[in-house]
């Protein structure tokens, strides 16, 4: 029986790899490929992205248009109806001393807690929250859930 492992190609010979950088004789001998003198002839050298031999360099000339909000974002934390439904009991109330204890948010949340609306909670519950999704808010609704949008303290 013939496996893939066991087939070979007759169709044309292997190509031998050039050695280089082995003396002048060997056609590849001398600066090896590499040209002459510099920092990129010599050994382990990698060249900086953007590099440009020393003139300056294309991102320094080009002018800085715009505003990026992405230095002032503060990345919120999310809790879905289902994880409320598995952590909690009736009665109890969700905010984020709760879920801080529990293990279900980080020490430090600056973008303040958004309840979404995954899966469903039957539970009687008190939730405090900064934010809440469309869908999460009509299923409190629906199941006559207490909810409570709280302010975003300072951090």
Do not use: C, W
Request: net charge positive.
């Amino acid at each position: 029986m013939l496996n893939l492992s066991q087939l070979t190609n007759t169709s044309r010979p292997p190509k031998k790899s050039r050695r280089i950088g082995r003396g002048i004789g060997s056609k590849r001998g001398g600066h090896a490929g590499r040209g002459g003198k510099g920092d990129s002839h010599r050994n382990g050298y990698q060249k900086r992205f953007g590099y440009e031999g020393g003139q300056v360099p294309l991102y320094r000339k080009l002018p800085i248009r715009g505003f990026t909000r992405g230095t002032f974002v503060k990345p919120v934390t999310e809790v879905t109806l289902s994880l409320i439904e598995t952590y909690y009991k009736a009665g109890e109330t969700v905010n984020a001393e709760t879920l801080r204890e529990k293990g279900l948010i980080p020490r430090r949340n600056p973008g303040g807690i958004k309840i979404l609306g995954t899966g469903d909670l039957t539970k009687k519950v008190k939730i405090e929250a900064h934010r809440i999704t469309a869908g999460a808010e009509a299923k409190l609704n629906e199941q006559k859930i207490h909810f409570t949008k709280v302010p975003l303290a300072k951090v």
